[in-house]
């Protein structure tokens, strides 16, 4: 019985939930090319946080949603003052730059002579760190490699001088800064590690101090290539003198975000919302992260809406709402500072970084709630990009295809997306954090060899790849957004094909762990599953026939691959319950700041569980989900067992200190 069933599922390759009218409508309007114009605007702005070039942005994209008849479109401002905290985010004032340079100097008649440029904030504004201050300095540069330890300065006098790092410019500040007295910071700090790292030395990495800081300095980023020539002519003895000159400033403002939404036509279930989200803020050009998000759902925006104007779909039963916001502070302020918001959003879509063409090396990616938020909106996601795999592949293959799904000035690639992953990141990590547990998908592209770099220009975003994004975001959506009773015998259908792809993953992970490991894993699994089914239960009527099948479909599968056994311990520590302190709500880990850091201390050793890498899962993925997994309910070992069958095996010591330090700062009681 259950092999005819894997047999039939697995052969399955039609429109997911029987969407063909939808599909068709979405094929036909979604317009890669209207988001590729729109995305080239954004991406000549600078659009750092509460910035001149944010603003700008914000009301270009309020302009477009005037145009394409959106409804409530309105800009939420939350104060910042670098006092403030909404959630776990201390606000950060507005950052804004009037002007910065750095030329290398030569002394003439005793003045010092402007010769070579090196760095032009109206060129690449990128060539400024953020948060940097204002300076008007003249010193000799000293190269202080890493400039993180004490060794890197050992027969080295940089007091008065500018010095040259390896390094981010806010990791240099306290030893170089304040302790050694140099006056500002260059740095080429490489980007993040990928198999292209270092190999494009032209690249122009975006840097950071602390927005915090007490000590005020100014930082320039400069590429591989020219640090190279400073180290090679210094090497030689000669004297490199710089002039540096930034005018820049940190003042109070907002964060200022930017909503609109499609009024749900059902009295009820329109009080529930399906938000898409992305980041409006980055250093210019940032066009792949995030004006590719921005835009997309700006195409889903306009697309949705003149299809329901015209009458070719109807409108959603729930409200659509679409959001533009700074990266994870913006939301974790929003969903603090409007708690009815967040109690409405129900379902997130989020895009960050969509549209990168075969120039960026980018692999396409659509991840899902993490295990700690069992839910079946993840599979509804899944499915559209499964459906968009096959055909793009066939389309490419030159097999006719009746959607190909492409734009005229775009590629014809296959799809080729990643389905099914969890990702930590942007600010789909904060919506299914356990403070507010909003199921979520998050379409995103990674690596990208030019992300956070001046090379993220609009020249390498695709418009098919635009196109494709808007279409799993919008077709998602509108299925979540009509969900009932109706659509559940296909969701089952789709569902009992994902279980089947899990438990296949699910084996070959048992087969790189012990006994009881394995065990463990398969416990935690049909946990989850069968949580998944739950999820459905609460969005449908009782006593579904459809969901009794699932079940036993879900029975039969746990048969035949084991049902497990969870690891139990005589640890003291192990039967434990924290419950969570939701006067707090948000991630530990925000952006531009560091809750958990900043309350329990840098001079304390740091939890075990940060420098802990499993087989699928690094220390802040541990410790993220650790407290996802917090509810009152569950004890350490519980939560041990359950982050070991996400991320791989972790000591049981491990989540205990991290959950201990958690109660220290006031975050569990």
Known sequence: MLLCIIVNLT???????????????????????????????????????????????????????????????????????GKTFYGTQKSRPAWDVEFAELWEVKKENDLWEHKVKIADWESIPMVVAQDSHSG?????????????????????????????????????????????????????????????????????????LDTFSDIKTFGFMVSLKQARSFQDRLSLGEEVVLHAKVKAQQHNANYDILTAIIKGSDEYKSQEEIAFTCHLDHPRPGANDNASGCVAILEVARTLKKLIDEGRIQRPKRTIRFLWSPE??????????????????????????????????????????????????????????????????????????NIPMVSEEG??????????????????????????????????????????????????????????????????????????????SKLITILQQQVLKRSSKLLEYCSTLDAPESENAKYYFWDYEIKVLNSIKANSSANNKNLQE?????????????????????????????????????????????????????????????????IRGSGSEYAYEALNLVNGKHNVQEIRNMLSAEFGPIPLEYVNQYLEALKQINILN
């Open 11 to 81: 052969e399955a390759q039609s429109i997911p939930f029987d969407q063909e009218k939808l599909v068709n409508a979405l094929n036909q309007e979604l317009s890669g090319e209207s988001a590729k114009r729109n995305l080239e605007f954004i991406a000549r702005q600078h659009r750092m946080r509460g910035s001149e070039g944010y603003t700008k942005s914000v009301n270009f994209l309020m302009t477009k949603l005037k145009e394409y008849n959106l409804e409530d479109i309105e800009t939420i401002a939350i104060p910042t003052d």
């Open 136 to 208: 008007n300095v003249t010193a000799a540069l000293v190269d202080i490699g890493t400039g993180t330890s004490e060794e890197d300065y050992a027969d080295k006098s940089v007091k008065g001088k500018l010095v040259l790092t390896s390094s981010q410019p806010g990791s240099v500040v306290a030893l170089a800064i304040k302790k050694y007295g140099a006056l500002g910071i260059l740095s080429y700090a490489q980007n993040q590690v990928t198999a292209w790292w270092k190999e494009n030395d032209n690249l122009i990495r975006w840097g950071h």
């Open 328 to 401: 994870i502070e913006g939301t974790t302020a929003l969903l603090n500072f409007k708690p009815e918001l967040a109690k409405r959003i129900k379902f997130n879509i989020h895009m960050d970084m969509v549209g990168g063409g075969p120039e960026t090396k980018a692999l396409f990616h659509v991840s899902r709630s993490p295990m700690s938020l069992p839910n079946f909106f993840n599979d509804i996601g899944e499915a559209f990009g499964h459906y968009l795999n096959l055909v793009s592949d066939d389309y490419a293959s030159g097999v006719d295809v």
């Open 411 to 488: 590629g014809k690639e296959a799809l080729q997306a990643v389905l099914g992953n969890f990702h930590m990141g942007s600010d789909y990590e904060v919506f299914v954090e356990g403070s507010f547990k909003i199921p979520a998908i998050y379409l995103h592209d990674w690596p990208d060899r030019y992300i956070h770099t001046n090379y993220d220009t609009a020249a390498n975003i695709d418009p098919t790849k635009l196109k494709r994004s808007g279409f799993i975001g919008a077709a998602s959506a509108m299925v979540m957004a009509n969900f009932d009773d109706k659509l559940i």
């Open 550 to 614: 699932y079940m036993n479909f879900i029975l039969q599968l746990q048969q035949a691959v084991g049902k497990g056994k969870p690891i139990t311990s005589n640890d003291s520590n192990a039967t434990t319950v924290f419950t969570r302190n939701l006067s707090v709500k948000g991630p530990m880990s925000v952006f531009g700041y560091n809750y958990f850091f900043d309350h329990y201390g840098t001079e304390k050793p740091r939890p075990d569980i940060f420098g802990y890498t499993g």
